[in-house]
């Protein structure tokens, strides 16, 4: 247990948490957990790959989202849910709200891949088209909310979110105990989070990781320098972690001391293609990013049991439709 | 329970299956079963997918090999195992004659994809190339079992094999309770062989089906006539089942009354795509053609708990390696 910082209070404590696994019950899946001999080989380790690919929406931004989604109270709820996000959280977020029978409203760039359109569009989100911009994201959310009355629900800078994605975390521990380190993806840092506040108050000597591309390392810098550092120019396949962290998230990642690693697009790529023709998985390059940190990191992860979160599986298969 | 031949003594019996799970125990994965609701709001039941792709060498050929390599006295088994394959079985016999020790003559045309062709020699297999004809193949493994003495084991048209492809089975039963129907494909008919004897024999109710490519339905027709009627100029994109019926798996199949289902190709390949979309499964075309029964043959399903066996994974990802 990390208790050096004990002192600070934190955003999101792991009593949240565990408050959000309740809520979301038979909501989210509670995802398989999946093991590959022949990787292991490979990484000379016994990984266990947390297969977000297969949430709700393909990602574990389900979690966040259905935790967010639910606990608004009624009075807010009916006027709906908004957010800006060219990516999964816009599909998890207009998925939880569908269930709960009220508007999403999805502030997303035209730019935005084919795919994550058509997702969000077939989870009964209402999309407004905007430049490719953060200041256009960020006005046309606020007009839609100007107009709408909407609950604005963060991609990760939320507590309802991290505590939401923390529930990965808490079933990975239950269901591939005595781990030694955990390998997480991050971009905004809502699943590290999540994940910190679980492994830290877990009172097991497990190594939490955060993976990081080594084209979008702001999450490193901004950790190292000791305040938020933006995403400047970022330039990676793993088009889910270009975020910079929010203060929620800098806050408790900073407070919890975590570490973080980083890999080249090449080994993420060389991670994808193992969890296809090894694992049989279908990750999108943002879920493959923690494999690629073990790959890349050998001297860390060799000889142990080690979590991997498979964030998200939505990426488009290749061929005519 | 179906016992309507009942009289009939069967080349495999139930207890053959229970005998293969123990002697594979360990060796075989279990390989998980995974649910996916946006698949079951499309066909309107609920599916269970037994992953046989993530099954040791990528398929569930690694079941009837390792009970096979297994069963071979040690006087036997050191002068290696034989077969000619171009596919799935090629690659799971010589990794269970790796794990034993002993090796694995593989005859195989020189037309075999590359991948295959790796995945052989990447388990320590000694590939023999020969013309792509069955003549060739057949004129190949008798001149390696002159040669080496080694015994061979037939993909399918064996009772070893069988009862360990059976074995599948035996697992969904336990992990996906309470079902009305079980598809799996039939090319050999090994996998299905094996499947009906668990089904008939665990006096559960429940209507197992073969899922056979229209293009290649020398099953179908061979149950209906009464006799093995061979593929004759097979086409279908599902590789691993082009094999015509073998006299065990005939006797088999036809002794249970088995039921043989078929779907064209391209709503295969729509099941191919709906397990990579949805299910973030990767699964060859065969191991698709289940699934893909299930879509064409919604009369059949709706309303039902099914299993479903995906039963290989081993395509190769697109792009650059």
Redesign the interface.
Known sequence: MNDRHAGAPMPVEPGDVHAAAQRIDGRA?RT?V?T???IDDIVGGRLFFK?E??Q?T?AFKFRGAANAVLSLPDGEAHRGVATHSSGNHAAALAEAARERGVPAYIVMPESAPRIKQEAVAGYGGRITFCEPTLAARQRGLEEVVARTGASVVHPYNDARVIAGQGTATLELLDQAPRLDAIVAPIGGGGLLSGASVVVDGSGEDIELFGAEPTGADDAKRSLAAGRILPSIAPSTIADGLLTSLGELTFAILHGHGRTILCVDDDVTRRA??LL????????EPSGAVALGVVLAHPEVFEGRRVGVIVSG?NVE???P?
């Open positions: 899946h398989p999946i590959c001999r022949s297969c690919n297969m709700r393909g994808m293609r296809w023709e090894r694992a049989k998985l279908v990750a599986g298969m290749p061929g439709r």
